[in-house]
Each structure stands twice: as structure tokens, then as C-alpha cells.
T-cell receptor, first 121, second 113 residues
Framework: EAQVTQNPRYLITVTGKKLTVTCSQNMNHEYMSWYRQDPGLGLRQIYY???????DKGDVPEGYKVSRKEKRNFPLILESPSPNQTSLYFC????????????????????FGPGTRLTVL | QKEVEQNSGPLSVPEGAIASLNCTYSDRVSQSFFWYRQYSGKSPELIMS??SNGDKEDGRFTAQLNKASQYVSLLIRDSQPSDSATYLC?????????????WGLGTSLAVNP
């Protein structure tokens, strides 16, 4: 079954305790992305990756790190979590957008993981 | 700043009625538009995409696009209680190497039995 998985699904932690949220996809997608979703603010992109070893900041990268050592995995790392990082986090993946080749492979149809609800006390 | 705007709702309709959800966007060069559905506490899932002006139908769902007015809508016919969810409008934005989605805040729909 084609899917994006995230772990853990729920996490309560304390300020300053490093944590990693894992994300894995089995669809051979090049593009992966992390979002956080907060009431009244919607979905905001944290980091994205166009392919292995290629990552870049999204709109709200402060306090987060990512790595892309393998195509299928894109972990999100919080080195020193703070209460303002309490949120619902989603990992998403898609094919990389290709221009002018005739192949309609786009980053637009994104497949989301089930989400990770993080609480930082 | 590119924006996507939606009425937050809640939009309440009786079962069997037509639900109409609207979205406006600020980027005049946008070429594709997406509607995602998100149940409470769950992840967004794509339900419709539209690239050309006019209507696109898929089962009970119809997306309508008017690029001149920068307006895209989603109609849900014969609404069911299972359609109760938040509907997110998303528009791609090319920014350097990143082709990311700009998201509206969503419209909450409640279908009453």
C-alpha cells in the first residue's frame, strides 16, 4: 500500500529535550516536505527536500532541522523544543515537478502522513 | 505575499443539499488549483484538482475555476454527513527550486442529518 508514515503519532515532552519525528514514504517520491498546522494559521511549510541530500528552508524553519540521507526518509529534528513548537505536524511527499518534458509529474499532488501531535511543556 | 482566502465558516447545510465552498487567490499566474479535505485531527487528502477555466466534475464534486476573477469553488451535491470536514483550497507557487502549495485556512462544513 502506497503511504507516508510518521512516528510517533503523539508526543508530550519538556522544553529542551531533543526529539526526532520520523517520516517515511514508499512511493519513490523525490519531493518531501514538513508542515505544521496551528489554529488560525493553517498549514505552514517548515522545510522541504527536492531529493537526497537536497534540503531547504520553508516559511517557518526556526528551531527545526531536517536531513535527507535516503530517498524514502525525511526526519524532522527539534534540537531544543520550546512550548511554541506545540503543534500538529505533517510530513508530505510527491513527485518532483518536471517542466516541459511531457511528463506530468508534479509536486502539487501531495500525499500526507497521518500527523504527529506534539506538546512541549 | 501570495494569498489564498476562504470563508472560515462554519457552513451548515442539510443532508441532500448542495454545499458551495469558495476560494480566491492573489497570484494571477497560477495555473492549477487544488481542493483538499481534512477531517478533524486527520491529514489533508486531495479530492479535486482543476487546471482550466470552467467546470470539472468528479462524482458528487464539481470544481469551478474562473482565472479572470481569480476564483475557484467546490460544489458538493447531495451532501452527506460524511462530508462534514474542513475543505482546504491550495494553489502552487513556484519559488526558486521550491514548488510549494499556498494553503487557505479552510472552510468548515457541517452536513446535518
Amino acid at each position: 500500500e502506497a503511504q507516508v508514515t510518521q512516528n510517533p503519532r503523539y508526543l508530550i515532552t519538556v522544553t529542551g529535550k531533543k526529539l526526532t519525528v520520523t517520516c517515511s514514504q514508499n512511493m519513490n517520491h523525490e519531493y518531501m516536505s514538513w508542515y505544521r498546522q496551528d489554529p488560525g494559521l493553517g498549514l505552514r511549510q517548515i522545510y522541504y527536500s527536492m531529493n537526497v541530500e537536497v534540503t531547504d528552508k520553508g516559511d517557518v524553519p526556526e528551531g527545526y532541522k531536517v536531513s535527507r540521507k535516503e530517498k524514502r526518509n525525511f526526519p524532522l529534528i527539534l534540537e531544543s523544543p520550546s512550548p511554541n513548537q506545540t503543534s500538529l505536524y505533517f510530513c508530505a511527499s510527491s513527485f518532483r515537478f518536471v517542466r516541459g518534458s511531457g511528463q506530468q509529474a508534479s509536486t502539487d499532488t501531495q500525499y500526507f502522513g497521518p500527523g504527529t501531535r506534539l506538546t512541549v511543556l | 505575499q501570495k494569498e489564498v482566502e476562504q470563508n472560515s465558516g462554519p457552513l451548515s447545510v442539510p443532508e441532500g443539499a448542495i454545499a458551495s465552498l469558495n476560494c480566491t487567490y492573489s497570484d494571477r499566474v497560477s495555473q492549477s488549483f487544488f481542493w483538499y479535505r481534512q477531517y478533524s485531527g486527520k491529514s489533508p487528502e486531495l479530492i479535486m484538482s482543476i487546471y482550466s477555466n470552467g467546470d470539472k466534475e468528479d462524482g458528487r464534486f464539481t470544481a469551478q475555476l474562473n482565472k479572470a476573477s481569480q476564483y475557484v469553488s467546490l460544489l458538493i451535491r447531495d451532501s452527506q454527513p460524511s462530508d462534514s470536514a474542513t475543505y482546504l483550497c491550495a494553489v502552487p507557487l513556484a519559488a526558486g527550486n521550491n514548488r510549494k502549495l499556498i494553503w487557505g485556512l479552510g472552510t468548515s462544513l457541517a452536513v446535518n442529518p
